[in-house]
């Protein structure tokens, strides 16, 4: 929520598990992509990566229905880089993740 009043223009957020966050987080998320902010959804655990397993309010699988991008086997940090040169792209996000 920060981010976005402070005119982030994208934000990755540095989730558990298989990419899932609590349900405050996913509002703040929901929000965000509401008002025009890309969220890219990565993992902070060392091995495996993010996947729309879950379904419920805060799930790999809510986040993407609700429009966040999912980073896959990208760590936070890659996941930012890739989301910054994006964001400077002429074709936008498209494809990226």
């Known amino acids: 929520t920060a981010a976005v009043q402070a005119g982030a223009e994208g934000v990755v957020i540095q989730a558990l598990g298989a990419g ?6 996913f509002l703040a998320i929901k929000s965000a992509i509401e008002q025009g902010v890309a969220v890219v959804i990565s993992t902070r655990v060392p091995h495996g990566g993010v996947a729309p397993v879950y379904g419920y309010e805060g799930g790999g699988k809510t986040l993407l229905d609700c429009g966040a991008l999912l980073a896959g086997g990208l760590s936070p940090q890659k996941a930012r880089i890739l989301l910054m040169l994006g964001l400077q792209s002429q074709t936008g996000l498209c494809g990226l993740f």
Do not use: C, F, Q, S
Request: glycine share 16%; net charge neutral; aromatic share 0%.
């Open 20 to 25: 899932n966050v609590n349900t405050g987080m």
